[in-house]
Every structure is written in C-alpha cells, then in structure tokens.
Nanobody, 125 residues
C-alpha cells in the first residue's frame, strides 16, 4: 500500500523560508508525478507545484512562482518543497499528492489519486 507522509510545517514569520518533505512508502518515487496543493481556511484547495517523474520539468502556481521550488530526492524516496519569502497568504494546509503510474503532470487535484494527511503552515505578518 502506497502512503504519503508530509513533514516540515509550522509557524513562521513573513519573509522566512521553510522546507516541506513528503516521504513515499510502498512504491518507488519515480512511478509518480508528484504534486503539492494547499488549502487555506474557507477556500478551495489550490495547486502549488508538481514535478515530472524524472525530475526534469516542474510547474508552479502563479502565486508561488519564483518563491517555491519542488524537487525529488530519489535516494530517500521523498519530494520536497522549498519555500522562501513566505507571505501570510501562504498560510494553509499543504498536501502532497501523487499521480500514477500513468498520466502526465497536472495542476488538477482530481488527477491525483494518492494524498498525504496534510501539514499546517501558518505565516504571521
């Protein structure tokens, strides 16, 4: 059974960096398109970033471009989201998601069948 477990959330101040990790167990990481989504209170879940199976191509939501970087750590079977210059509007629950083993990169949450439990990020102003 494939499981995704996020870690690294917390309370930070505006302008701080933070790194999230998502560990995949039960199958090798390169079987999946990996994505990050987030959900702020009272809002719908939104796409943050995704990465191709070989790690060569990445996509970002407009609100995080230039500040967030998604990457794969194949040896650890993890995908990371490095965030810099965090803003209060980045506050929310961040979810790791996996799509595969078929299908290409997608910004649509319905295309991802596997989800982690989420990790909370709160950015204070």
């Amino acid at each position: 059974q494939v499981q995704l477990v996020e870690s690294g959330g917390g309370l930070v101040q505006a302008g701080d960096p933070l790194r999230l990790s998502c560990e995949v167990s039960g199958r090798t990481l390169n079987a999946y398109i990996m994505g990050w989504f987030r959900q702020a209170p009272g809002k719908e879940r939104e796409f943050v970033a995704c990465i191709s199976r070989d790690g060569s191509v990445t996509w970002y939501g407009d609100s995080v471009k230039g500040r967030f970087t998604i990457s794969r750590e194949y040896a650890k079977n993890k995908v990371s989201l490095q965030m810099k210059n965090l803003k209060p509007e980045d506050t929310g629950v961040y979810f790791c998601a996996a799509r595969g083993p078929v299908g290409g990169p997608s910004t649509l949450q319905d295309d991802y069948a596997l989800w982690g439990q989420g990790t909370q990020i709160t950015v204070s102003s």
